[in-house]
């Protein structure tokens, strides 16, 4: 084991801060990273504040951040796929049975042992839990280590890692190509790596933002036509009429609204995780046999399709790089929806602790 250093937080209540973590020393299979980039997803202040304990509750001190780009610096003898100096990433995952039909599927997202990047249980019991991105350096299994494109800039590359395949996934399950018509709905991380997606893919693509601001970046973006959602003229003119809407919102807001833009047969999936259940009419549903469901990240082979589609057009995050020592800050200003697009933290800063 060796000591390498972090930001962590306490207790629900505590801010980030600075704090010295232990890593195993890497075993046969296990790539040893220095982490040069993590961003910020809005799922680490969901964790850090305790806001899914009715599903996932949290154990402190808990080291959030799964969108890692960093360089290799050791790998173990069995280890094939990487070398020392090789650029790579790792998303939210770190380990899964991969035995079960749903890893053998290249579904590693959806395996009852899926360990996660942080807070899910230390299999090699180097901690109580598992740590994530915001630290000096990480220890992973090859197989959960994913190749970086060599042409994208590795900052921009980050946020690939969780909101990239987020929003991909998804994109991908419901068909989404050229012609079809396909809503975002929230411009934060997860959204406006859906819009350069779906709009990439080929679909005509439609913003709905609660900030009047963002409509000049969501048309940057690649957004088609953008709607103020709390328009309902503007709401209207689009009823029954999305093939798919992709709804990336991170609170509690009214989902009938969107069921009722889908056509016949259109589906709406929430990536967004919301602290608080929302409420379906059934009518929404019922009259155009409309479909809701859900999505969680992307398995590991469809993360690395996803990254060397990126790579091949050019694709990255619109960052704000931060030092680490102002993430609290920008925890703030996640909850305004005031990030352009994704917060990046530049992990040199963490030298100066
Ligand atoms: P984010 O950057 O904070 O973006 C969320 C956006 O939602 C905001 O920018 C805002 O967009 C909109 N929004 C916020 N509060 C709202 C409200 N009260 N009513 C309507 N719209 C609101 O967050 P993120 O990192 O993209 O994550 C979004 C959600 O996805 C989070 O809940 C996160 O935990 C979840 N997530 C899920 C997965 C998965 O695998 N399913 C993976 C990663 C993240 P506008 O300003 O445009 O309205
Ligand atoms: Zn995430």
């Not at 309902?232 to 809407?245: L, N, T």
């Not at 929404?284 to 409309?290: E, G």
Request: glycine share 8%.
């Amino acid at each position: 084991m060796y000591k390498t250093k972090a930001y962590a937080a306490a207790s629900a209540t505590s801010p980030l801060a600075s704090a010295t973590i232990k890593r195993r020393d890497p075993t046969e299979n296990d790539v040893q990273i220095e982490i040069l980039f993590c961003g910020i997803c809005h799922s680490d202040l969901h964790s850090v504040r305790n806001e899914w304990s009715d599903f996932m509750s949290t154990t402190y001190p808990i080291v959030p951040g799964h969108e890692i780009v960093g360089r290799v610096t050791q790998v173990g003898a069995a280890v094939t796929k990487f070398k020392s100096g090789d650029l790579v990433g790792v998303g939210c995952m770190v380990d899964s049975d991969w035995g079960c039909p749903r890893c053998k599927a290249g579904l590693e997202q959806f395996c009852s042992s899926v360990i996660f990047t942080y807070n899910s249980p230390d299999k090699h019991q180097t901690a109580p839990v598992t740590y994530g991105g915001y630290s000096d350096s990480i220890v992973v299994d090859q197989r959960f280590v994913l190749r970086v494109p060599s042409n994208l800039d590795p900052a921009g590359v980050a946020p690939l890692l969780c909101a990239g395949i987020t929003t991909y996934s998804p994109l991908r399950h419901w068909g989404v190509t050229e012609g079809k018509k396909v809503g975002v709905v929230g411009l934060g991380g997860l959204g406006h790596m859906g819009v350069k997606l779906a709009h990439t893919m080929g679909a005509h693509v439609v913003v709905f933002t609660t900030s009047p601001d963002k409509t000049e970046d969501a048309l940057r973006l690649g957004a088609d036509e953008v709607v103020v959602s709390h328009n309902a003229d503007e709401m209207q003119q689009h009823a029954g009429s999305f093939d798919f809407i992709l709804d990336t919102v991170s609170a509690k807001h009214d989902i009938n609204a969107y069921l009722n833009l889908l056509s016949l047969d259109g589906n709406i999936t929430l990536v967004g995780a919301p602290e608080k259940p929302l409420e379906v009419a059934a009518f929404s549903l019922i009259m155009a046999r409309r479909s809701l469901s859900g999505s969680s990240i992307g398995g590991i082979a469809e993360t690395q399709e996803m990254l060397d589609f990126c790579g091949e057009h050019n694709i990255t995050a619109d960052v704000e790089v931060i030092p680490i020592q102002e993430v609290n800050e920008a925890y703030e200003r996640l909850l305004k929806s005031d990030v352009k697009y994704r917060f990046v933290i530049d992990m040199a800063s963490l030298k100066a602790e």
